[in-house]
């Protein structure tokens, strides 16, 4: 915006405020206060009629339509407005109304105008034609020139072409509009960092952070960026100053380059050329140096460079190449973000370094690998590789490696994928396309384990945990079939081969299992009797945590199917739920009991079988003092059951177990779902056996039990 703009707007927004005063005055109770009001008015509107031009705007009135003949003075309403003043008040505020409409009428039309170029200018931002948005935000904005969302686009768009002080300028302006624009706030930042004013910088980023709290990620992104600007300076000017200097090194890396940026010569020309200004670059002075002497662009745009960094070459040479580059890479990124962020953010580079993972060039392949490896060790490169590259077709990729000869390939692959998993933003980049782009290739490695790298499937079944973290792709995730076939196969596997090397495969598997179990949908009632079959299999295991997740996936998959449950009651499934609450851990206690609950929930055999197993239950006894309620709420929801079984109650007169379920129903529980069963084991209890019921007087619990009837079905 220019001074003059700036002025017009300042202006405005004053007349602004002196009109609302004014309406404010005339409405005022004090006869005197309106008398002045209306007198201002007048003068408002004869110097309005008066003159052609509104001192300060700039603004032509129109008066093709004016009799010049015929004056505000000649006019009877005017004269009659003059000898009543209450008429002289009806009448300002008449013309104040019509004015009002008037500019709303005109401001919604110049809004929709202005909401027309914002688009325009959005599409050719989108084709990274900045000057062209440029024009298109400030041609809407002398349509509005309150819209803040225009200001903070063309912030946006002149920190691209690095005009960081016309950023700042509409920044300011956007601010004015809104005092808590955290785009403003944000674009500011930017372009103070891009202006080195480092401390400004930050001082507005937290800014982002006091408007709203929830932003801390972004927040951090960007202090990042600051960081490592700073830093990216430093590096630079004493770069400089070495080769003003004369250093030996810089000045080699100089020649260098130059050379390598003649045109057209021999894949073996530049790959020499290549090699030997790798081996000068050993730390960050050399890497800032590249850089600066536009080191990126001179290889990135060479054709014939270019032309080798293809998934299919033929030629020694130029695969010699295409190493040759990647090495140079590989070292000018080490440990550097700005050089990182150079590379794969050229235009180039970006098209090309996915498709490189699955060259037929071992050595390409291995060199590609790491570079996107050395991407993934850092917080800061792995929101590069998420922001720039397609990250769907990224671990599409990645997962085809898994079945590649090339071992070191192959392991790199797996971390690389690990460490990309853990970053939050991808699993909301991916959620969209995940289930049909992505999980087939995850799916076949189920399918085929004996053909890929038993050393990275664990790794891989753990990215995918990572993933189904969020809560959309779990969903679908576990509606899928094939998915769980896969599974299923992969089971199988392992129970053929029984072998040690497959227990971490087996182990990571089903823990991702136990987890998409835990949905509900239309496919898991399908699949829990084959699940169950292979539950009462691995039940067979001597290793804990094979069996604790192993009871985790039962206690899900068999609350969906009754069938399932004959099946598990059948394989004995009661006795060894027994056998793990009287020895098992805390994680196994608790599937144990939850399966219990729900066996003898739909079967009457499972609760006899129950009852046998531990006669005196004192197993149940033990459970229902523990502190993880969840274990009480099952215990005495599975106890309650089993009060079904003759003499089950009679079994337990000369215990406490009065004592505790109404110490668990009479409120000391924090979960509702806890005192609801402990109340209706209680009531079934007194039912089962009425010489309870003296005791209940005595312990005073008539009160508790009456008050808990009501969760008794």
Not at 267 to 290: K, M, N, V
Not at 494 to 514: C, H, P
Not at 656 to 681: E, F, H, P, S, T
Request: net charge neutral; hydrophobic share 40%.
């Amino acid at each position: 915006m220019s001074r003059e703009q700036e002025k017009d707007l300042n202006v405005f927004l004053k007349q602004v405020d002196k009109v609302s005063e004014l309406v404010q005055r005339l409405n005022s109770d004090d006869a005197v206060i309106r008398e002045e009001a209306l007198n201002e008015a007048d003068r408002i509107i004869s110097a309005t009629n008066d003159n052609d031009e509104v001192e300060g705007t700039r603004t032509k009135v129109n008066r093709t339509l004016t009799n010049t003949n015929v004056g505000l003075q000649g006019n009877a309403l005017y004269q009659d407005v003059q000898e009543n003043p209450n008429t002289s008040q009806d009448y300002l505020l008449a013309l104040l109304e019509k004015d009002a409409r008037d500019r709303a009428k005109k401001r919604k039309e110049n809004k929709k105008l202005a909401n027309a170029l914002k688009r325009a200018g959005n599409e050719a931002f989108a084709k990274e034609d900045y000057e062209l948005a440029i024009k298109y935000y400030t041609e809407g904005l002398e349509k509005i020139r309150d819209m803040q969302s225009l200001y903070t686009n063309r912030a946006q768009a002149y920190i691209k072409l690095d005009k960081y002080e016309e950023a700042l300028n509409d920044c300011k302006w956007a601010l004015k509009c809104n005092e808590k624009c955290i785009k403003a706030y944000a674009h500011m930042g930017r372009a103070n960092v891009g202006l080195r004013n480092y401390t400004k910088a930050r001082h507005c980023y937290g800014k982002m952070l006091e408007i709203d709290p929830k932003c801390k990620d972004i927040f951090k992104e960007y202090m990042d960026q600051a960081d490592v600007a700073e830093r990216t300076a430093l590096h630079d000017e004493k770069a400089w100053r070495e080769l003003h200097q004369g250093e030996e090194t810089a000045c080699t890396v100089k020649e260098l380059l130059q050379k390598l940026a003649a045109p057209s010569q021999l894949p073996i020309y530049y790959a020499g050329g290549i090699r030997l200004l790798t081996s000068l670059i050993e730390d960050c002075t050399e890497q800032a140096l590249f850089r600066t002497i536009n080191g990126f662009s001179i290889i990135c745009d060479n054709v014939i460079i270019q032309r080798c960094l293809q998934v299919s070459l033929s030629d020694p040479l130029e695969v010699d190449l295409c190493a040759a580059i990647l090495h140079l890479w590989l070292v000018v990124c080490k440990g550097n973000e700005e050089n990182q962020r150079l590379l794969i953010t050229h235009r180039n580079v970006k098209q090309q370094l996915v498709e490189l993972l699955l060259s037929n060039a071992p050595e390409i392949q291995r060199k590609c690998v790491s570079l996107m490896y050395q991407y993934s060790e850092t917080e800061f490169g792995r929101r590069l590789l998420l922001n720039e590259l397609d990250t769907v077709r990224l671990l599409q990729v990645l997962l085809d490696l898994m079945e590649r000869s090339d071992v070191a390939a192959t392991k790199t692959s797996a971390v690389v994928l690990r460490n990309l998993t853990m970053e939050p933003k991808l699993r909301k980049l991916i959620r969209p396309t995940f289930s049909s782009d992505v999980l087939p290739a995850f799916t076949s490695l189920l399918n085929n384990l004996r053909l890929v790298n038993q050393s990275v499937i664990s790794t891989i079944i753990a990215a995918v945990g990572d993933i189904v973290q969020d809560e959309s792709i779990r969903q679908e995730l576990s509606k899928s079939r094939q998915l769980w076939e896969g599974f299923f196969a992969a089971v199988d596997e392992y129970l053929q081969l029984n072998s040690d090397e497959y227990r971490d495969i087996l182990y990571t598997l089903l823990g991702l299992m136990v987890n998409l179990s835990v949905e509900s949908n239309c496919t898991i009632p399908d699949i829990a009797l084959g699940a169950t079959i292979r539950c009462l299999s691995l039940l067979k295991s001597t290793d804990g945590g094979i069996l604790t997740r192993t009871v985790g996936l039962l206690s899900h998959v068999l609350l969906h199917s009754s069938t399932a449950v004959e099946e598990a009651i059948r394989g004995g499934v009661v006795k060894k739920m027994i056998k793990f609450l009287k020895v098992g851990g805390p994680s196994t206690t608790r599937y144990a009991v939850r399966t219990l609950a729900i066996c003898t929930q739909k079967s009457q055999q499972a609760c006899e079988e129950t009852v046998r197993s531990d006669k005196k239950f004192s197993v149940f006894m033990k459970l229902l003092l523990s502190e993880d309620e969840v274990v009480v709420g099952n215990t005495a929801l599975c106890l309650g059951h089993c009060m079904s079984v003759p003499g089950a109650a009679s079994s337990l007169l000369n215990t406490d177990i009065l004592k505790l379920l109404l110490k668990n129903a009479g409120g000391d529980a924090k979960k509702n779902a806890v005192q609801q069963n402990a109340a209706i084991a209680l009531g079934k209890l007194c039912k089962a056996e009425t010489r309870y019921m003296a005791q209940l007087r005595e312990l005073h619990g008539i009160e508790i039990l009456n008050s808990c009837m009501k969760y008794i079905k």
